[in-house]
């Protein structure tokens, strides 16, 4: 494959980036009539990341003969890019002197995100077509914690000591071998005697100085270090938070052992985005499109489980008023709204106290302001809609009593309903349960619950 790429300008096209039916349809095409020169050649302009996008896209049956069509071409950064869903599938397709060539020009962090997932049998193929020294380090990165900064980390590092001057370094430079240097860097990490780093120097200044100027007068002023066991959503965090572009990563003796980059840093910001999504919809962490009907319904059976008992809650609860619901059949028509108001609400201070937990803003300084907040936007939401509904219960059954029910359970559940959205998750991460995975349904049975009692049992005690 082509070291460059065409990448089309966007423009003001909402579907900027998304590959062309057309051309989906033009490589399937050459596919179907295993035309392997007219296959690189519409394959040839794309990019390793749309490559991935269409190989996640089209059925496994077309994926695998594609892949065995274009193996020659096949490389490392489309496996890095391919979803975790099916990277696995397309490793058993690619033949093993394909995958190995594919592997050898990945940088070592590359590489363990690649294999980390995988079975021992995949995981093995893959370390044997690695070169020794790549291998070990590769399996000392595999020794860390899964989601720890060890595992996140490149091994590939430019170090100089802090003696040196900027002569010297850019000599070491221009004589290093290909092997000796990663594919990308940013920084030169420098470092003492012990191998402990003191600070990083940019390659803009380094260019720009001269040569008999110390690189010790070059350090950036921000300068983190990422110990080795950091949880990899921390790590994301700093490099959000401190506007990182590398940061070193050190043993626990503070010496240097590796190196994070902020593509690793935004992939595992986005992954968080990405899960804590998909665990608010209670469809699982791991779901993506290119699952089976199966491994969907597997994920998703759990969660509607507990929405069903749930929703039995509720139901008990309005079972407790039956004979008021029998007697006053507008009841049954109005409670419904009171629920989804209070649901709906609950979501939007739920989905706001979550991502701030996510992103390290809601803290022990500011909870009880952040919650105050949203019980009073509650009770002002309460208040205002208690009105429309105070109005529409008199108009629609000429009630007066009605309206000034439904009216009153508006604004309660309102209230709780900001209460609930933000203080359960808040509770949750106290007790170290993610937020994002279970507050969802305590938040709805809470409204459904206190919405149904608040309207029922004011209508039982007001209008019978």
């Given at each position: ?19 062309e ?8 095409y ?7 020169d007219?296959?690189?050649?519409l ?19 077309d994926r ?23 990277r696995?599938?397309v ?5 093993p ?15 363990v ?8 049998a ?5 370390l ?52 000796e ?5 940013y ?29 010790a ?29 590398s ?16 593509d690793?840093a935004?992939?595992?910001?986005d ?12 469809v ?6 290119s ?6 319904t597997k ?16 139901s008990?609860?309005?079972?407790q008023?039956?004979?008021a619901?029998?007697?006053i ?5 109005l409670m ?7 649901g ?10 979550t991502?701030a ?6 803290t022990g ?6 919650i ?9 939401n ?8 105070g ?5 629609w ?22 209460l ?5 998750p ?10 994002a995975?279970?507050s969802g ?8 619950v ?15």
């Amino acid at each position: 494959m082509s070291d460059q790429t065409d990448v089309p300008d966007p423009g003001q096209d909402e579907n900027a980036y998304v590959l062309e039916r057309k051309d989906v349809s033009a490589i399937l095409y050459a596919v179907d009539i295993e035309d392997r020169d007219q296959l690189t050649k519409l394959m040839e302009p794309l990019h390793a990341a749309d490559i991935a996008d269409l190989l996640e896209q089209i059925n496994a049956f077309d994926r695998s003969r594609l892949i065995r069509l274009y193996d020659r071409e096949f490389d490392g950064d489309i496996l890095s890019e391919l979803d975790e869903s099916i990277r696995e599938e397309v490793i058993a397709v690619l033949k093993p002197a394909v995958l190995a060539e594919a592997v050898r020009d990945l940088d070592s962090d590359d590489v363990v995100d690649l294999i980390e997932d995988l079975d021992d049998a995949q995981q093995e193929k893959i370390l044997e077509a690695l070169e020794d020294t790549d291998r070990a380090l590769v399996e000392q990165s595999l020794a860390f914690p899964e989601y720890s900064a060890g595992r996140l980390m490149q091994r590939e590092v430019v170090m100089a000591p802090e003696h040196w001057t900027v002569g010297e370094a850019i000599d070491r430079l221009r004589n290093a071998t290909e092997d000796e240097l990663p594919t990308q860097f940013y920084h030169i990490v420098l470092v003492d005697p012990r191998l402990h780093p003191v600070g990083n120097i940019t390659l803009g200044k380094l260019m720009r100085s001269r040569r008999e100027v110390p690189l010790a007068d070059l350090v950036e002023e921000t300068f983190q270090v990422i110990p080795a066991s950091q949880d990899e959503s921390d790590v994301a965090y700093a490099f959000n938070q401190y506007h990182l572009i590398s940061a070193p990563v050190v043993d626990d003796e503070g010496r240097l052992i590796g190196l994070i980059t902020i593509d690793d840093a935004m992939a595992v910001l986005d992954e968080e985005h990405e899960e804590d999504i998909l665990r608010l919809a209670g469809v699982g962490e791991e779901s993506a499109l290119s699952d089976s009907v199966r491994e969907t319904t597997k994920r998703r059976i759990p969660w509607l489980a507990v929405n069903l008992v749930t929703s039995i809650l509720a139901s008990l609860v309005i079972a407790q008023f039956e004979a008021a619901i029998a007697q006053i059949v507008a009841l049954a028509v109005l409670m419904p709204i009171v629920a989804s108001m209070g649901g709906n609400a609950g979501t939007q201070s739920l989905t706001v106290a979550t991502r701030a937990l996510a992103t390290k803003d809601l803290t022990g300084a500011n909870v009880w302001r952040v919650i105050r907040r949203e019980v009073l936007v509650g009770l002002i939401n309460g208040v205002v809609f208690a009105v429309v509904m105070g109005i529409v219960g008199i108009l629609w059954f000429g009630s007066p009593a009605l309206g000034y029910v439904i009216a009153a359970a508006m604004v309660v559940n309102m209230v709780v309903a900001g209460l609930a959205g933000t203080g359960i998750p808040i509770v949750l991460d106290r007790i170290g349960i993610d937020p994002a995975l279970a507050s969802g349904a305590f938040v709805t049975t809470v409204t459904d619950v206190v919405g149904f009692f608040a309207f029922l049992g004011l209508a039982a005690l007001v209008l019978l």
